[in-house]
């Protein structure tokens, strides 16, 4: 088993309720096992990781795809399209 | 390299971006100095009702390495002799200045590209959400589809 910090951001951290959370997942996981297993969480977070299109996904604070490969101690930050600027 | 400036910061307070560009061009002899500021709209980016303030999220850690990133390629890409990049995050009144931008080079198409480079990836490439604050609640600002292309036309 590895374990994976989650950070969410903006509308997402708002509709989960939640910054952050502590995320168990067999080794070998990608980013998108990850969201499955959110998902998989409560109503809440099903909801929420419904629509994928404008998920965006940071592993260890650079700009990933789903398909990531995650290792133990790893952190994700979760969010919708940036708008800064 | 002699003269060569850069200030790249992610900050809460205010700033003033005349005083920047200031040092910029007296750090800096280059002949050709370009600048973008942009600043908290009076109205809500969708429904175009006035707004009491903006709201800046940003990911610590993550959107410094992202600035830096962008900047790094502006300053290589263009040969730079000197560059800001400025960007607020918290809460703005309209008419603050949100962001700065500036390059510094030796013609005006460097300055000019790179100082729309860094905009244009601050917007899309960086991990910033901007909440818009009304009298009537509050709204995120959604992404535009032609903020993510401006920012996709700059990759080598």
Not at chain 2, 43 to 59: A, F, K, V
């Amino acid at each position: 088993m590895i374990a994976v910090r989650v950070l969410y951001f903006a509308s997402l951290r708002e509709r989960l309720a939640v910054a952050e959370e502590q995320v168990q997942l067999a080794a070998g996981s990608t980013a998108a096992d990850l969201i499955d297993a959110l998902a998989g969480r409560n109503d809440l977070h099903r909801q929420a990781f419904a629509d994928r299109s404008q998920l965006r996904i940071a592993h260890n604070r650079r700009f990933a795809s789903a398909d990531a490969a995650l290792a133990d101690g790893d952190e994700v930050g979760l969010f919708p399209p940036v708008t800064g600027g | 390299m002699a003269g060569d400036l850069q200030i790249i910061e992610l900050r809460a307070s205010s700033f003033d971006p005349l005083a920047l560009l200031a040092q910029l061009s007296s750090s800096v002899p280059a002949a050709a100095l370009a600048s973008f500021c942009g600043r908290v709209r009076a109205t809500g980016s969708c429904s175009g009702q006035p707004i009491d303030s903006l709201l800046i999220e940003h990911y610590p850690g993550m959107a410094e390495q992202c600035m830096n990133e962008v900047a790094q390629r502006a300053h290589r890409r263009w040969q730079l002799a000197g560059l800001v990049m400025i960007h607020r995050y918290g809460e703005l009144a309209v008419g603050e200045p949100i962001v700065l931008t500036a390059a510094a080079a030796n013609h005006r198409a460097a300055a000019f590209a790179a100082c729309r480079m860094m905009i244009d990836c601050l917007k899309s490439e960086v991990p910033f959400w901007k909440r818009e604050i009304g009298a009537t609640g509050s709204s995120w600002v959604p992404a535009r589809s032609a903020d993510a292309n401006a920012a996709q036309a700059w990759q080598e």
